[in-house]
């Protein structure tokens, strides 16, 4: 075979053989390229897997914070379970202090008075990177635990809540004064001692406006949660020294002992029970309730008609009482001490009659009374601020209305009426008396002033006509 066959039939093989590489070349780089887009699908199908699966995850990625709690990994109940559980937390330390002088009062923050966008910031963290494509929201996500996101809480507090609560506590601060008052009067102890009192208190007024405005402030502004109270001092309207000044005779008023002189030691003894009675202004004074029933057992001699001794008593305590210019609220007339004082100025107590009077002076009033046996007088005084002072004070009485005698007689059987005979007693007419008081001018005697003071009704007595029981019913 010659060279140039040899030749032909190398170059034939030659490009044979390069066809054969170049299809297998080919074929290689085809089943390589297909298998790179295999590999590239299944890595996208996974990309568009784990981004599916975290977009539709009911739970927040990690490193996901808000007001740094970390929320990562939690539902969306829990993650707001969480932060409620951190608001609360905080309310502990959110606390405003009440301070008056050395006392604090803490009033605290309840959760209940936050106002929160927190299901709104919830909600904005559920979206986040949503709107990145698959590779880019996967990417995130994967870089979100190294690069944390922290979304803050918008809080706001409502103190209106606490509102009540801190007008009361303005309230409880405020402390009314308290005026001076008279504890006792002991008559045995030198002039300068006989009196003791109790001080006067000033008041404290704490306006409950005020202080609600200033805590509410405290609470919005957040500053430093110490609140200094603001007081006014309020001034008792009566010191001691005021008192001082009214340890003047107001009134005074006497009566006749009498002669008998049992009766003399029970009165004697009702001196003693009442001599140092004090009255605060207002106080009303009761027979029934200061002094009560006489008894054997307290001393009294029950065989010396001791309710006498108590109306002699009474009617002199409350005629001094009218001149004090106190106000008689219950009195009952008693016409067997109109041997003492004129008609309308006696008192009659015991049983159900009860001797009232209201001290109206203003002031603290001290009563005395005492029997002087050398005198033979038994003296009521009593001690405070005089009323409508300098005036001269005068009792009188006058006929309001008259009781005119019953018509008809009635006749009453006697057998100390011989027979055949008859005796007649005169009726006696009624009357209701007015009392009133007179302010007068001292130096002049001229009225200044007159007062009511109570009425007494004194019933009418019927003609009386007495005859022997054996003998037959008279005319009238």
């Given at each position: 075979?010659?060279?140039?066959?040899?030749?032909?039939?190398?170059?034939?093989?030659?490009?044979?053989?390069?066809?054969?590489?170049?299809?297998?070349?080919?074929?290689?780089?085809?089943?390589?390229?297909?298998?790179?887009?295999?590999?590239?699908?299944?890595?996208?199908?996974?990309?568009?897997?784990?981004?599916?699966?975290?977009?539709?995850?009911?739970?927040?990625?990690?490193?996901?914070?808000?007001?740094?709690?970390?929320?990562?990994?939690?539902?969306?109940?829990?993650?707001?379970?969480?932060?409620?559980?951190?608001?609360?937390?905080?309310?502990?330390?959110?606390?405003?202090?009440?301070?008056?002088?050395?006392?604090?009062?803490?009033?605290?923050?309840?959760?209940?008075?936050?106002?929160?966008?927190?299901?709104?910031?919830?909600?904005?963290?559920?979206?986040?990177?949503?709107?990145?494509?698959?590779?880019?929201?996967?990417?995130?996500?994967?870089?979100?635990?190294?690069?944390?996101?922290?979304?803050?809480?918008?809080?706001?507090?409502?103190?209106?809540?606490?509102?009540?609560?801190?007008?009361?506590?303005?309230?409880?601060?405020?402390?009314?004064?308290?005026?001076?008052?008279?504890?006792?009067?002991?008559?045995?102890?030198?002039?300068?001692?006989?009196?003791?009192?109790?001080?006067?208190?000033?008041?404290?007024?704490?306006?409950?406006?005020?202080?609600?405005?200033?805590?509410?402030?405290?609470?919005?502004?957040?500053?430093?949660?110490?609140?200094?109270?603001?007081?006014?001092?309020?001034?008792?309207?009566?010191?001691?020294?005021?008192?001082?000044?009214?340890?003047?005779?107001?009134?005074?008023?006497?009566?006749?002992?009498?002669?008998?002189?049992?009766?003399?030691?029970?009165?004697?003894?009702?001196?003693?029970?009442?001599?140092?009675?004090?009255?605060?202004?207002?106080?009303?004074?009761?027979?029934?309730?200061?002094?009560?029933?006489?008894?054997?057992?307290?001393?009294?001699?029950?065989?010396?008609?001791?309710?006498?001794?108590?109306?002699?008593?009474?009617?002199?305590?409350?005629?001094?009482?009218?001149?004090?210019?106190?106000?008689?609220?219950?009195?009952?007339?008693?016409?067997?001490?109109?041997?003492?004082?004129?008609?309308?100025?006696?008192?009659?107590?015991g049983g159900d009659d009860d001797?009232?009077?209201?001290?109206?002076?203003?002031?603290?009033?001290?009563?005395?009374?005492?029997?002087?046996?050398?005198?033979?007088?038994?003296?009521?005084?009593?001690?405070?601020?005089?009323?409508?002072?300098?005036?001269?004070?005068?009792?009188?009485?006058?006929?309001?209305?008259?009781?005119?005698?019953?018509?008809?007689?009635?006749?009453?059987?006697?057998?100390?009426?011989?027979?055949?005979?008859?005796?007649?007693a005169a009726g006696q007419e009624g009357?209701?008396?007015?009392?009133?008081?007179?302010?007068?001018?001292?130096?002049?005697?001229?009225?200044?002033?007159?007062?009511?003071?109570?009425?007494?009704?004194?019933?009418?007595?019927?003609?009386?006509?007495?005859?022997?029981?054996?003998?037959?019913?008279?005319?009238?």
């Amino acid at each position: 075979m010659s060279e140039a066959q040899n030749a032909v039939r190398r170059r034939v093989r030659i490009k044979t053989w390069a066809y054969i590489v170049t299809a297998a070349f080919t074929l290689l780089l085809c089943a390589l390229l297909f298998l790179i887009q295999s590999r590239i699908t299944d890595y996208r199908d996974q990309i568009e897997s784990q981004a599916r699966e975290l977009r539709t995850s009911e739970k927040y990625p990690n490193g996901l914070f808000v007001d740094s709690v970390p929320i990562g990994s939690l539902s969306y109940e829990e993650a707001r379970e969480q932060l409620l559980t951190s608001l609360e937390n905080r309310c502990t330390l959110m606390t405003v202090t009440i301070r008056f002088g050395q006392e604090a009062y803490q009033l605290r923050i309840t959760p209940d008075m936050l106002r929160t966008d927190l299901d709104d910031v919830l909600k904005e963290a559920q979206e986040i990177g949503k709107d990145l494509s698959d590779y880019e929201y996967r990417d995130f996500m994967n870089q979100l635990p190294y690069y944390p996101i922290d979304l803050s809480l918008n809080v706001e507090v409502d103190p209106s809540p606490l509102e009540e609560e801190v007008r009361a506590r303005a309230e409880a601060l405020s402390t009314p004064p308290v005026n001076a008052l008279l504890l006792s009067f002991d008559p045995t102890k030198p002039e300068f001692e006989r009196f003791s009192y109790k001080k006067e208190e000033y008041g404290v007024v704490v306006d409950p406006d005020w202080l609600w405005d200033a805590v509410r402030s405290e609470i919005l502004d957040r500053q430093d949660g110490i609140v200094e109270v603001r007081s006014k001092t309020i001034m008792p309207s009566i010191l001691v020294s005021d008192l001082e000044r009214s340890n003047a005779k107001a009134a005074s008023f006497s009566t006749l002992l009498p002669k008998d002189e049992v009766l003399c030691e029970n009165l004697q003894l009702l001196c003693e029970r009442l001599t140092g009675t004090v009255l605060q202004a207002g106080e009303t004074f009761s027979w029934k309730r200061f002094v009560g029933e006489l008894t054997g057992e307290a001393g009294y001699h029950m065989s010396a008609r001791p309710e006498y001794a108590a109306n002699q008593t009474a009617t002199t305590l409350m005629n001094c009482a009218i001149l004090a210019g106190f106000d008689i609220r219950t009195h009952s007339p008693d016409p067997d001490m109109t041997a003492f004082v004129p008609k309308g100025q006696e008192a009659k107590v015991g049983g159900d009659d009860d001797l009232e009077f209201v001290n109206t002076s203003g002031a603290y009033t001290v009563l005395i009374l005492k029997a002087d046996m050398e005198a033979g007088t038994l003296t009521a005084e009593i001690y405070g601020r005089p009323a409508m002072e300098p005036y001269k004070v005068e009792i009188h009485t006058t006929v309001k209305e008259k009781i005119p005698i019953p018509e008809d007689a009635i006749f009453v059987p006697s057998a100390d009426v011989k027979r055949g005979k008859v005796v007649r007693a005169a009726g006696q007419e009624g009357c209701i008396l007015l009392t009133y008081r007179i302010f007068a001018d001292p130096e002049t005697g001229n009225e200044i002033a007159r007062e009511d003071v109570y009425t007494s009704e004194y019933p009418s007595v019927p003609r009386m006509t007495y005859y022997n029981p054996d003998d037959d019913v008279p005319e009238n």
